[in-house]
């Protein structure tokens, strides 16, 4: 399905993707991680939206703000993400 696009098509397919995350499932959140690496189109804010170990959206998961940090618990895995908050 998306392996027949060229680069530029499947930069479009990969934030669409992100667009309705919610809905997906963690095995097609991995292809769509493992493609974008395959081409090498960096995810940035994207990989915030889902757990590294499980790859399960950030729907319903714990969000603390403490000291400069957003820290997030999978609810699925218990995995925790920490991620610094720019203060601009």
């Known amino acids: 399905?998306?392996?027949?696009?060229?680069?530029?098509?499947l930069k479009k397919e990969i934030l669409l993707f992100f667009k309705e995350?919610?809905?997906k499932s963690p095995k097609e959140i991995q292809k769509v991680k493992k493609v974008a690496m395959k081409i090498n189109f960096p995810l940035k804010?994207?990989?915030?939206?889902f757990c590294d170990k499980c790859f399960s959206p950030h729907l319903a998961s714990k969000v603390k703000i403490k000291k400069g940090f957003k820290i997030i618990k999978c609810k699925k895995c218990g995995k925790v993400?920490?991620?610094k908050i720019n203060s601009s």
């Open 81 to 83: 993400s920490r991620w």
């Open 45 to 49: 804010e994207k990989r915030k939206l």
């Open 1 to 9: 399905m998306m392996w027949k696009l060229n680069k530029k098509g």
């Open 21 to 23: 995350i919610d809905s």
